[in-house]
């Protein structure tokens, strides 16, 4: 079973930066399209990036496009989101996953999350 362990979360003002971690368990990390999710209070979780298995193609929800971006660093089994101008509304639990289908219609491939790491931003 793998274990998925994001951290790096944290509070920030408005325009601030943050970057993300998630590291995997497991000798498969290489080969999966991998992504970060996350879920505000209230709302169900929502997509917010993706990144091929070798990080040569990627893909964003709208709302994040400019100001996010995913890598991964396959050696160390770490994918990562660096944040930048944040927003109130990029307020949440953000969460790591691996990803099963075509790049910009990929969905969760692992059933158990991780715990999450939170983003609050202030305005």
């Known amino acids: 079973q793998v274990q998925l362990v994001e951290s790096g979360g944290g509070l920030v003002q408005a325009g601030g930066s943050l970057r993300l971690s998630c590291a995997a368990s497991?000798?498969?990390?290489?080969?999966?399209?991998w992504g970060w999710f996350r879920q505000a209070p209230g709302k169900e979780r929502e997509f917010v990036a993706a990144?091929?298995?070798?990080?040569?193609?990627?893909h964003y929800t709208d709302s994040v496009k400019g100001r996010f971006t995913i890598s991964r660093d396959n050696p160390k089994n770490t994918v990562y989101l660096q944040m930048n101008s944040l927003k109130p509304e990029d307020t949440a639990v953000y969460y790591c996953?691996?990803?099963?289908?075509?790049?910009?219609?990929?969905?969760?491939?692992?059933?158990?999350w991780g715990q999450g790491t939170q983003v609050t931003v202030s305005s």
């Open positions: 497991g000798r498969t990390f290489s080969a999966y399209t």
């Open positions: 996953n691996a990803l099963r289908g075509v790049l910009v219609a990929a969905k969760p491939l692992y059933d158990n």
């Open positions: 990144i091929s298995w070798s990080g040569g193609n990627t």
